[in-house]
Nanobody, 119 residues
Framework: QVQLVESGGGLVQPGGSLRLSCAASGSISRINFMGWHRQAPGKERELVAVITSGDDTNYADSVKGRFTISRDNAKNTVYLQMTSLKPEDTAVYYC?????????????WGQGTQVTVSS
């Protein structure tokens, strides 16, 4: 099995910054991609950013230029650096990882971490 542990959410003022972390653990032989999604109250979950095993990245238009996704392969950890935060970035942020073990490939979701942008 593969487990994810997220951290780094919280309350921040508009224009502020936060960094989210998501660490994957288990008998992982390869991580195909790591990404972040978010879900605001009353809205559907949406992709925020994703990074592949080849370090290709993709971002939602709403966060381009403000958010940066990165990964530490040695630690099986993905980060989301968020800057110039806006109230509309308020949501629960979920880490998503596709990881391969000797048994199978897993699509795993984190428990979610709340990000609130408010003055």
């Amino acid at each position: 099995q593969v487990q994810l542990v997220e951290s780094g959410g919280g309350l921040v003022q508009p224009g502020g910054s936060l960094r989210l972390s998501c660490a994957a653990s288990g008998s992982i032989s390869r991580i195909n991609f790591m990404g972040w999604h978010r879900q605001a109250p009353g809205k559907e979950r949406e992709l925020v950013a994703v990074i592949t095993s080849g370090d290709d990245t993709n971002y939602a238009d709403s966060v381009k230029g403000r958010f940066t996704i990165s990964r530490d392969n040695a630690k099986n950890t993905v980060y989301l650096q968020m800057t110039s935060l806006k109230p509309e970035d308020t949501a629960v942020y979920y880490c998503n990882v596709r990881a391969r073990t000797v048994i199978r490939t897993y699509d795993v979701w984190g428990q979610g971490t709340q990000v609130t942008v408010s003055s």
